[in-house]
């Protein structure tokens, strides 16, 4: 019964690729996120999507896009990767005024 | 702006010893406070959090924090670490009049030593 899943969970591909990271929750939550975790453990909000209509879009290249099909499902789709997008992706969801329940996450290595 | 501060980046304890990690926030609105756990190779994990209402608040694994707001913290406390709490610590920050936007403190990673 996971809540929030995420796949692949390692993906290792080459400069220049474009690749996708999908993500699903079970939990009926409003909210869904993509963070992005560094080498030295720094968290940082990428995008957020409430029923499907984005509300945050931190400052991030225009290679990353962010889908969300329906309120269960936000995908993350890069394009032209770059060594710098070497990390740990992760999706999140969340209720109205509640507490983020975190993916396992998505170790990213570009080559 | 909005900011979340863990002054400690490393914190060393011996097994069974009391442990506090820090955590002071910046937020213009009535904040919700939450800290989490990443367990090497894991996701996070929320540890506890606070919404509003009593200002010691309960967690898992037997972690307590307690909300100052004259102090704008938010400290996590363990009264004996075990080995097993070895781990990266977040704090969070949160509001719902910032649309559920969350930002995250810096970390603080735990080394317990037998």
């Known amino acids: 019964d996971t809540a929030v899943s995420q796949t692949p969970k390692y993906l290792v591909t080459q400069m220049g690729n474009d690749k996708s990271i999908k993500c699903e929750q079970n939990l009926g939550h409003d909210t869904m996120y993509w963070y992005k975790q560094d080498s030295k453990k720094f968290l940082k909000i990428m995008f957020s999507?409430?029923?499907?209509?984005?509300?945050i879009n931190e400052t991030v290249p225009n290679r990353f896009s962010p889908k969300s099909p329906d309120k269960a499902h936000l995908n993350l789709h890069i394009n032209s990767l770059e060594l710098g997008d070497s990390a740990v992706y992760f999706c999140?969801?969340?209720?109205?005024?509640?507490?983020?329940?975190f993916g396992p996450g998505t170790r990213l290595t570009v080559l | 702006a909005q900011s979340v501060t863990q002054p400690d980046i490393h914190i060393t304890v011996s097994e069974g010893a009391s442990l506090e990690l820090r955590c002071n926030y910046s937020?213009?609105?009535?904040?919700?406070l939450f800290w989490y756990v990443q367990s090497p190779g894991q996701g996070l994990q929320l540890l506890l959090k606070?919404?509003?209402?009593?200002?010691l608040v309960q967690g898992i694994k037997g972690f307590e924090a307690e909300f100052k707001r004259s102090q704008s913290s938010f400290n996590l406390r363990k009264p004996s670490v075990h080995w097993s709490d070895a781990a990266e610590y977040f704090c969070?920050?949160?509001?719902?009049?910032?649309?559920?936007?969350?930002?995250f403190g810096t970390g603080t990673s735990l080394t317990v030593i037998p």
């Open positions: 606070y919404f509003s209402g009593d200002t």
């Open positions: 999507y409430n029923n499907k209509e984005l509300i």
């Open positions: 999140a969801s969340s209720p109205p005024s509640g507490s983020m329940v």
């Open positions: 969070a920050v949160g509001a719902q009049e910032t649309g559920n936007q969350f930002y």
């Open positions: 937020y213009g609105a009535t904040p919700y």
